[in-house]
């Protein structure tokens, strides 16, 4: 089954540092999503992202962070300068189309760990 | 407001006993969907009812949606080991929203 692709798995950054992380969504897929956990907490919408523009974002998806698509295959979150309570799981996320019937497939996640 | 909260919280059962883990939310939805975790790892997509649903089945897995009552429940039957992990349900509201909203999840442990 295709799946959703996330590098790297685990990133330990000191705070103020630049971070960012990148997936390869389902090549035929057309919605993109981030979401994050932090350790024992929900699964928490970040930002989605269609047609090359964000289409929606969460209050946690503030100035410090953004996305891009930089060629036809990636989809990255930067998050310019880190806080101790980015800590947590980042999940790349897919749709292949409009929400009605279209499972998201997610990836394995993003360990990020700022100290 | 709380959408995709899942009852119970930790549930321990036999290997071959079922288990059924409960999803409750507030606002109308177009799907809702469950997934498991294994502790650390990412997000496996289990199975996605639709608002037009009521039962839907996937092998060991069966579905049902109640949208009266707003709410869901996932029965695993004839549980494995393997089957330890955490259960979500993710809810997509009507209207203008493209996020998935999850719940806490159920922590499910099979012994063997």
């Known amino acids: 089954e295709p799946e959703v692709t996330q590098t790297p798995s685990h990133q330990v950054t000191q705070m103020g540092q630049e971070v960012i992380l990148r997936c390869v969504p389902i090549s035929n897929h057309l919605y993109f999503y981030w979401y994050r956990q932090i350790l024992g907490q929900k699964v928490e919408f970040l930002v989605s992202f269609y047609n090359n523009e964000i289409s929606e974002k969460s209050e946690i998806f503030d100035d410090q962070f953004s996305v891009e698509r930089p060629d036809g295959s990636n989809f990255t979150l930067k998050i310019r300068s880190t806080k101790l309570e980015d800590s947590a799981m980042y999940f790349c996320?897919?749709?292949?189309?409009?929400?009605?019937?279209?499972?998201?497939?997610f990836g394995e996640g993003s360990w990020l760990t700022v100290v | 407001s709380q959408q995709g909260e899942e009852d119970p919280q930790a549930l321990s059962i036999q290997e071959g006993e079922n288990a059924t883990m409960n999803c409750s939310y507030k606002t109308s939805i177009n799907n809702l969907q469950w997934y498991r975790q294994n502790s650390g790892r990412g997000l496996v997509h289990l199975i996605l009812?639709?608002?037009?649903?009521r039962e839907k089945h996937s092998g060991r897995l069966r579905v049902t949606l109640d949208t009266s009552k707003k709410s869901s429940s996932l029965l695993i039957t004839a549980s494995r080991a393997a089957d330890t992990a955490s259960y979500f349900c993710a809810t997509d509201a009507v209207g203008g929203s493209e996020k998935l909203v999850f719940g806490k999840g159920t922590k499910l442990t099979v012994n063997p």
């Open positions: 996320a897919s749709r292949l189309g409009p929400r009605a019937g279209n499972t998201i497939y």
């Open positions: 009812i639709r608002s037009n649903e």
